[in-house]
Nanobody, 117 residues
Framework: QVQLVESGGGLVQFGGSLRLSCVVF????????MAWYRQAPGKQRELVAR???????NYADSVQGRFTISRDNARNTVFLQMDSLKPDDTADYYC???????????WGQGTQVTVSS
């Protein structure tokens, strides 16, 4: 059974930093793309950052230069380093992993990030 376990969310002040982690359990053949999404109250879920299996990254314009996505393939883990946080970054953050086996996209349960002004 595939399970994604996120951690690292919390309350931080404007300009502060947080580091999110997401560990993937149950993958038997490695992981293709991994990504972080977020959903603020009353808004649609949006892509924050994505990283391919060979390390190519892309970011939403709103976080470019402030957030960094990385991964540890040996530990089936993806990270999101968030710096210079703003109140607009307040949301539930979800990780997503595209697995080879079992094939498909899988989501974590979400971790809450709140940035106070």
């Amino acid at each position: 059974q595939v399970q994604l376990v996120e951690s690292g969310g919390g309350l931080v002040q404007f300009g502060g930093s947080l580091r999110l982690s997401c560990v993937v359990f149950g993958s038997s053949l490695g992981i293709n793309d991994m990504a972080w999404y977020r959903q603020a109250p009353g808004k649609q879920r949006e892509l924050v950052a994505r990283i391919t299996s060979w390390g190519k990254t892309n970011y939403a314009d709103s976080v470019q230069g402030r957030f960094t996505i990385s991964r540890d393939n040996a530990r089936n883990t993806v990270f999101l380093q968030m710096d210079s946080l703003k109140p607009d970054d307040t949301a539930d953050y979800y990780c997503k992993a595209d697995l080879f086996n079992p094939r498909g996209d899988y989501w974590g349960q979400g971790t809450q990030v709140t940035v106070s002004s």
